[in-house]
């Protein structure tokens, strides 16, 4: 029996009060954290690429919980203009940030480049939600109980940067590089613990993967094969986005989880389960690699983090 097995979304502290932004909320994992975090009281800002959807997947939460506090505004996280338009109009609307979960993502697209020219999924995974968190920080800071969580993939243990090759421009894998990206998922929230610890602020940063669920981006594959494989064959293994989000609910609600900790589920391999510590990848926490994609991070997206280096910790 592991330490959070009986851990559910009923075990969500009362969330009133709490404001919550939730990127590519309206689907999959972002979608079941939304409506467990607004049944509990929280109000949430869907953070979504096409609005329409994100109406859409609001009023199916209102159909069915009327009294749901929620807010649905444009971000294209792939699109750093776009970014800081969000960060911007969030704070013209409010003067604090509780919890910000870094959830949205694609997965194994044909190479595509973003607005700004960089590999689409290392852009709208790891530089936007970069971007977001740091332009977020100080908002966070006035936040209650204030975290940010960011969801990364069992695929990170299997990824690294390409320094030498981050666009995909020489040779590109679309898994390699989704690996890539997720890795710096991992990579990131590891090092804004340890920045954050540093400086002393009051916000948590955690990380959370879900395992093997069954949401869109896994079994809607870029390829026939890949659609057979994961959209048919192994579906029934997959949990429910519901069952997927518990790590990343857990991290960003539960009063007892700490800065720094990674959230997964407890079953073999880490493919499902119920939300416990997991480790993460030994080469996530090498400093050496911390500072130099953070630096690498500021520099790309032209957000810089005034916060100590602590990478020697």
Known sequence: MTEHQSWSAEHIPDQTGRIFVVTGANSGLGLATTRALARRGAQVVLAVRDERKGHRAAAELHSAQPDARLE??????????????????LRADHG?????????????????LSAQGHELQFA?????????????????????????????????????????????????????????????????GRQLHLRLSGAGSPVRSLLA??????????????????????????????????????????????????SGEFIGPDGPGELRGNPTRVRLSPTAADPGTGRRLWELSEKLTEVRYDLPDTTAS
């Open 96 to 112: 604090r940030l509780d919890v910000l979960v870094n959830n949205a993502g694609v997965m194994a697209p044909p190479r595509t």
């Open 209 to 258: 993967h879900p395992g093997f669920s069954a949401t869109n981006i896994v079994t809607d594959g870029p390829t026939a094969l890949y659609q057979l494989l994961f959209g048919r064959l192994a579906r029934p293994l997959a949990q429910s986005p519901d069952r997927g989000a518990l790590p990343q609910l857990y991290a960003a609600t539960e009063p007892g989880a700490r």
């Open 72 to 89: 649905v505004r444009p971000l294209d996280l792939a699109d750093l203009d776009s970014v800081r338009a969000f960060a911007r109009d």
């Open 124 to 188: 709208a995974h790891h530089l936007g939600h970069f971007a977001l968190t740091g332009l977020l920080l100080d908002l966070l800071a006035e936040g209650r109980d204030p975290r940010v969580v960011t969801v990364t993939s069992i695929n990170h243990r299997r990824g690294r940067i390409h320094f030498d090759d981050l666009d995909g421009r020489h040779r590109y894998a679309p898994m390699a590089f989704y690996n890539q990206s997720k890795f710096a998922n991992a990579v990131f």
